[in-house]
T-cell receptor, first 112, second 113 residues
Framework: EPEVTQTPSHQVTQMGQEVILRCVPISNHLYFYWYRQILGQKVEFLVSFYNNEISEKSEIFDDQFSVERPDGSNFTLKIRSTKLEDSAMYFC??????????FGSGTRLTVV | AQSVTQLDSQVPVFEEAPVELRCNYSSSVSVYLFWYVQYPNQGLQLLLKYLSGSTLVKGINGFEAEFNKSQTSFHLRKPSVHISDTAEYFCAVRDTGFQKLVFGTGTRLLVSP
């Protein structure tokens, strides 16, 4: 069964540093997403991406966040200057038109 | 705006007993509905989804859910749970014209012997 692949599985970074979280969505999917889950809390939408541009973003997705699809397979989330409160599990997902998402197994980001 | 309410933060149950995890949603338009399961230290796995058609949806691992439009509910059920069903269960909703999924706060199912 096709999978969404995320790397790394765990990232530790110092406050103020830039991090890039990487994802390989399912190849024939058209929509790509990032969600995050702070420990013990619910899963929150960050951004959706379609046709090489952001289609929707949440209030969380401020200027320190950016997404990119640098080639035909990867989808990245960049956090420019990490803060302690950015510590969370970040999930990438992809979907076709309609239907459910397929989520990756997540990247646990720890900001120290 | 969409929202999802999972009233039960935790549901303890004995092995082989039936279980129902409740989910109610609010939305001004027609919706797609989903249940995801998250095992400890793992990602989100799709259990089942309602897109259209029959209101009773069957998913993996013996779970099923029923879409009730008049009550705006999508409760998840399993007639006999196993220890291995211990996990966090998330209900999610998506407006049919949009892509964003909105999640509930989750229900932790604790199955004991």
């Amino acid at each position: 069964e096709p999978e969404v692949t995320q790397t790394p599985s765990h990232q530790v970074t110092q406050m103020g540093q830039e991090v890039i979280l990487r994802c390989v969505p399912i190849s024939n999917h058209l929509y790509f997403y990032w969600y995050r889950q702070i420990l013990g809390q619910k899963v929150e939408f960050l951004v959706s991406f379609y046709n090489n541009e952001i289609s929707e973003k949440s209030e969380i997705f401020d200027d320190q966040f950016s997404v990119e699809r640098p080639d035909g397979s990867n989808f990245t989330l960049k956090i420019r200057s990490t803060k302690l409160e950015d510590s969370a599990m970040y999930f990438c997902a992809s979907s076709e038109e309609g239907g459910g998402y397929t989520f990756g197994s997540g990247t646990r980001l720890t900001v120290v | 705006a969409q929202s999802v309410t999972q009233l039960d933060s935790q549901v303890p149950v004995f092995e082989e007993a039936p279980v129902e995890l409740r989910c109610n949603y609010s939305s001004s338009v027609s919706v797609y509905l989903f249940w995801y399961v998250q095992y400890p230290n793992q990602g989100l796995q799709l259990l089942l989804k309602y897109l259209s058609g029959s209101t009773l949806v069957k998913g993996i691992n013996g779970f099923e859910a029923e879409f009730n439009k008049s009550q705006t509910s999508f409760h998840l059920r399993k007639p006999s749970v196993h220890i291995s069903d211990t996990a966090e269960y998330f209900c999610a909703v998506r407006d049919t014209g949009f892509q964003k999924l909105v999640f509930g706060t989750g229900t932790r199912l604790l199955v004991s012997p």
